[in-house]
């Protein structure tokens, strides 16, 4: 899955920068994707920068949100030594999606005829796994048709079922940088979860984790086995 970062640095400029005569000097900038997902230059070039300089101003930038650098450029530099990032491109990943379990206040005791006898309840959800190839467009996070129907069955599949855990999980092949491919497993894993959260899946929390180009299911040496390992995986757990 070969992937070309096109990246134009959007008419807005610099974000924010601060100088000193012989502190840190760092710009920050936003980039627009190919794919019109946000993204974050930060250039730094004091005296005295070092790679500190680039991430800590990106984690400003990201706030509470985790941050996933794609691109790093530094000065060449003897071999054994430190090279110092003085030009960071990253993104700011969202934070998982939970959901609280709800709060049911206790109804009035009300004298009732004997209870008839409750019907079972439905067993959970299997493992559903998603092809990234059928699922999303290329390089995006946007599911496709074919996807938004396999997670409606496995929405109707429990309705009636009582989930305690639905963890989502995002895999992509080898092809790529491993930050780039951390970054689109996550965004995958995300737009699934929140899919079923928004069309009805009742769960106490959803745990959603990208886990990059790590776990294949198959080799990566060829297509079909590449192919393999682009998916998202969503493990319901009614315990």
């Known amino acids: 899955m070969t992937r070309k970062l096109g990246l134009m640095l959007l008419a807005a400029g610099t974000l924010a920068g601060c100088s000193a005569a012989s502190g840190p000097t760092f710009s920050a900038y936003t980039i627009a994707l190919p794919n019109n997902e946000k993204a974050f230059q930060v250039n730094c070039n004091g005296l005295f920068d070092s790679s500190n300089t680039c991430y800590s101003k990106a984690r400003e930038i990201c706030g509470n949100r985790p941050v996933h650098p794609f691109r790093e450029i530094s000065p060449l530099a003897a071999a054994g030594s430190q090279r110092d990032v003085h030009t960071l491109m990253f993104q ?5 999606v939970t959901q609280a379990a709800p709060v049911v206040a206790p109804a009035a005791p009300v004298a009732q005829p004997a209870a008839p006898t409750a019907s079972p309840t439905p067993p959970a959800p299997q493992k559903v796994s998603l092809n990234g190839d059928a699922s999303f467009d ?3 996070a946007t599911l496709t048709s074919d996807a938004r129907n396999r997670l409606d069955a496995l929405i109707n599949a429990a309705v009636g079922a009582t989930l305690n855990t639905v963890a989502v999980n995002g ?3 080898s092809t790529g940088s491993a930050a780039y491919n951390q970054a689109l ?3 995958r894993a995300l737009s699934v979860a929140q899919y079923l959260r928004d069309h009805g899946l009742r769960a106490r929390q959803f745990l ?5 180009q790590a776990n294949p299911v198959a080799s990566n040496e060829t297509p079909s086995g590449r192919a393999k390992n682009r998916r998202v995986e969503i493990v319901p757990d009614s315990q």
């Open 185 to 187: 497993s996550t965004r």
């Open 171 to 173: 895999y992509t092949d």
């Open 138 to 140: 290329l390089d995006k």
């Open 92 to 96: 700011c990943v969202p934070t998982p």
């Open 208 to 212: 959603v984790t990208g886990y990059g």
